[in-house]
């Protein structure tokens, strides 16, 4: 199978192969900028451009995948008849209205995070800057629907394209910011929440401490076996990420050098795999981000290949660049905490590019769609109501067989605060509803 394209830069050769291979699983694509040999080919065959040849589909291009800078773009969404959005239009003689290539490049590049914006209060990139957001197509994985357009072309113009295709999967994965309510904080920390509880004239809360410190009680947050119940209940996949930091006013796990904390995290690995979650500042910090990960290695005895930043904050794209430095291989950090739905635009693993490198990482990309907080803390929705919200996003996921990624929190399982009761339920009906 060819591609031809008549200037392949890097950024062409990644949207091209995104498409036919991430997304699309097509075996043995060759894109070659030679019009002669191109021409010579009797396989399957594509043009990214303008040229024409009898028979074979031409994708008309824009310049975004031919330029080396990064600047704001004129962007004008249209809509396919069924409702399907699409930019970056181009012109009815195309095999398709737009440059696939170039929008899918767009989004999943996260190419509009990298230009000037506002950012919300902790300093990350919000769904309402987004051009999905702001279009109403953050629900709609846009870059699959794409992928599955541009093979209904590609089939009809040769029997020769093959494509292995993917079937809907789902994984669970929890993270851990606070693995316990009460127990191993430490003295001063100790001291300080039984201050907190008799300033406060919280006897309750100080009596529960007292308990669970003591072994009277079980610590409230101490839910893993009613988790691993559920998983084994559905039979779902699960992935753990474990805050391993040192103390802060958003980092509040026990202490990274815990010997409980490291028992814990063995047990968990023991069942599923246990990545980082690096600490709300680690994004800054080249040093806080190695001495966390090599922390957790430790720890576990083996290398950590995979991480989700806590609170989601990055700086793109020097985050991932650092976790490549330090040998994580996939990274689960692409969503929002504001909104439910697709930042990049896909629900398949995707490898990253660098923009300002104009290089593709040696990182994998597992977006996630929908999170326990997003409907908890951002959008005040109750329990009972959450699976209408989490419902449309699944389907949206199977309906174009990709890879669905749900994150929940180790606290929220204990149910210890009002906003959070009923949520085991939604969890429970959730893994029945997604699981594949």
């Given at each position: 199978m060819r591609v031809y394209a008549e200037v392949i830069t890097p950024r062409v050769r990644y949207a091209i192969l995104l498409l036919l291979r991430d997304v699309l699983k097509a075996q043995g694509v060759t894109i070659t900028d030679n019009w002669s040999d191109f021409e010579a080919y009797e396989g399957p065959r594509l043009i990214y451009g303008r040229a024409k040849l009898e028979d074979v589909p031409s994708i008309f291009n824009v310049e975004l995948l031919q330029e080396k800078d990064i600047s704001e773009q004129d962007i004008n969404v249209s809509k396919r008849e069924d409702g399907l959005p699409y930019f970056f239009q181009t012109s009815s003689q195309s095999a398709l209205p737009f440059d696939v290539f170039a929008a899918s490049f767009y989004l999943v590049s996260r190419y509009e995070e990298y230009l000037p914006h506002i950012s919300d209060q902790h300093d990350r990139y919000p769904a309402t800057e987004s051009l999905a957001y702001q279009h109403g197509f953050l629900q709609k994985p846009v870059v699959n629907h794409w992928a599955l357009w541009l093979k209904d072309?590609?089939?009809?113009?040769?029997?020769?394209?093959?494509?292995?295709?993917?079937?809907?999967?789902?994984?669970?994965?929890?993270?851990?910011?606070?693995?316990?309510?009460?127990?191993?904080?430490?003295?001063?920390?100790?001291i300080g929440g039984?201050?907190?509880?008799?300033?406060?004239?919280?006897?309750?809360?100080?009596?529960?401490?007292?308990?669970?410190i003591l072994g009277l009680m079980k610590d409230p947050y101490d839910t893993f076996e009613l988790q691993r119940q559920l998983v084994e209940k559905h039979r779902v996949p699960a992935l753990y990420f474990m805050l391993f930091s040192e103390f802060g006013e958003y980092d509040r796990n026990i202490p990274m050098y815990s010997r409980r904390l490291h028992e814990v995290v063995r047990s968990i690995n023991d069942f599923y795999p246990v990545g980082i979650h690096p600490s709300y500042g680690s994004h800054k910090s080249h040093r806080v981000l190695q001495k966390e990960i090599r922390g957790l290695e430790e720890a576990l005895r083996m290398p950590v290949k995979r991480s989700r930043q806590h609170f989601l904050k990055l700086t793109m794209p020097q985050t991932f660049r650092d976790l490549v430095d330090f040998g994580i291989e996939e990274d689960y950090t692409m969503g929002y905490a504001g909104e439910l739905?697709?930042?990049?635009?896909?629900?398949?693993?995707?490898?990253?590019?660098?923009?300002?490198?104009?290089?593709?990482?040696?990182?994998?990309?597992?977006?996630?769609?929908?999170?326990?907080?997003?409907?908890?803390?951002?959008?005040?929705?109750?329990?009972?109501?959450?699976?209408?919200?989490?419902?449309?996003?699944?389907?949206?996921?199977?309906?174009?067989?990709?890879?669905?990624?749900?994150?929940?929190?180790?606290?929220?399982?204990?149910?210890?605060?009002?906003?959070?009761?009923?949520?085991?339920?939604?969890?429970d009906n959730l893994l029945s509803y997604a699981k594949a």
């Open positions: 072309v590609l089939q009809a113009s040769h029997s020769g394209w093959q494509f292995s295709g993917t079937k809907y999967t789902y994984t669970s994965s929890i993270d851990v910011d606070n693995l316990y309510a009460y127990k191993g904080k430490g003295g001063f920390r100790t039984f201050a907190k509880d008799f300033a406060s004239f919280d006897f309750s809360n100080a009596l529960k401490r007292a308990r669970s739905g697709f930042r990049a635009g896909i629900c398949t693993p995707y490898p990253f590019y660098d923009l300002e490198m104009e290089v593709e990482l040696k990182l994998t990309m597992y977006p996630f769609a929908m999170m326990d907080g997003t409907l908890i803390y951002y959008q005040n929705i109750p329990a009972a109501e959450a699976m209408d919200h989490f419902k449309p996003i699944v389907d949206a996921v199977k309906d174009v067989d990709g890879h669905l990624i749900s994150v929940w929190h180790n606290r929220i399982f204990s149910e210890a605060s009002p906003e959070w009761e009923g949520w085991n339920d939604v969890y």
